[in-house]
T-cell receptor, first 109, second 117 residues
Framework: KQEVTQIPAALSVPEGENLVLNCSFT??????LQWFRQDPGKGLTSLLL?????REQTSGRLNASLDKSSGRSTLYIAASQPGDSATYLC????????FGTGTSLTVIP | DAGVIQSPRHEVTEMGQEVTLRCKPI?????LFWYRQTMMRGLELLIY????????DSGMPEDRFSAKMPNASFSTLKIQPSEPRDSAVYFC???????????????FGAGSRLTVL
């Protein structure tokens, strides 16, 4: 069974810093990996999807990378803002979607 | 598209009562997923459907939980009888697989927050 781990569980950074969130998975046989954002009391919003044949995807200040062979993905956030404060979850799709437990990010003004 | 629509957004009920949660997926999506989220266990897959057919219900906690998808635009998750430990946020999500690229973007509803007293 696929297991997805996200480290750290929580992260606090001052505004303007660049930061990296990590996601690791145990089975490299995946179709794609997706990063989500969840605000308190809200649903999950898709940020980026990386297909298994891709190495990275970019959207604005966000850049996600994928290394299938090592079972790792990173989400890079440039020039962080207080509005980026949320929980970030990664999900890998193999026979179904497997989610990590998320990283709670706080950007301090 | 209005996205994935769930109702009710909040439900407070007493132990032993029947609870029905509803979901309208995005039109044209062929997969529908029910998840449960708690602080202790995070996001758990309960069941998913493909073209209205249940594919994997191994995540359904016990016989008190049941899910149906009578047509492509509607699904229900029912708990009968409800218990306090069922208190959680229940999410419905839908997706459409691009068979050419393999991409399968998952879109979530806003969730139904259930409190069982």
């Amino acid at each position: 069974k696929q297991e997805v781990t996200q480290i750290p569980a929580a992260l606090s950074v001052p505004e303007g810093e660049n930061l990296v969130l990590n996601c690791s998975f145990t089975d490299s046989a995946i179709y794609n990996l997706q990063w989500f954002r969840q605000d308190p009391g809200k649903g999950l919003t898709s940020l980026l999807l990386i297909q298994s044949s891709q190495r990275e995807q970019t959207s604005g200040r966000l850049n996600a990378s994928l290394d299938k062979s090592s079972g790792r993905s990173t989400l890079y956030i440039a020039a962080s803002q207080p509005g980026d404060s949320a929980t970030y979850l990664c999900a890998v799709e193999s026979n179904q979607f497997y989610f990590g437990t998320g990283t709670s990010l706080t950007v301090i003004p | 598209d209005a996205g994935v629509i769930q109702s009710p957004r909040h439900e407070v009920t007493e132990m032993g009562q029947e609870v029905t949660l509803r979901c309208k997926p995005i039109s044209g999506h062929d997969y529908l997923f029910w998840y449960r989220q708690t602080m202790m266990r995070g996001l758990e897959l309960l069941i998913y459907f493909n073209n209205n057919v249940p594919i994997d219900d191994s995540g359904m906690p016990e016989d008190r939980f049941s899910a149906k998808m009578p047509n492509a635009s509607f699904s229900t998750l029912k708990i009968q009888p409800s218990e306090p430990r069922d208190s959680a946020v229940y999410f419905c999500a839908s997706s459409l697989k691009d068979w050419y690229t393999g991409a399968n973007v998952l879109t979530f509803g806003a969730g139904s927050r259930l409190t069982v007293l």
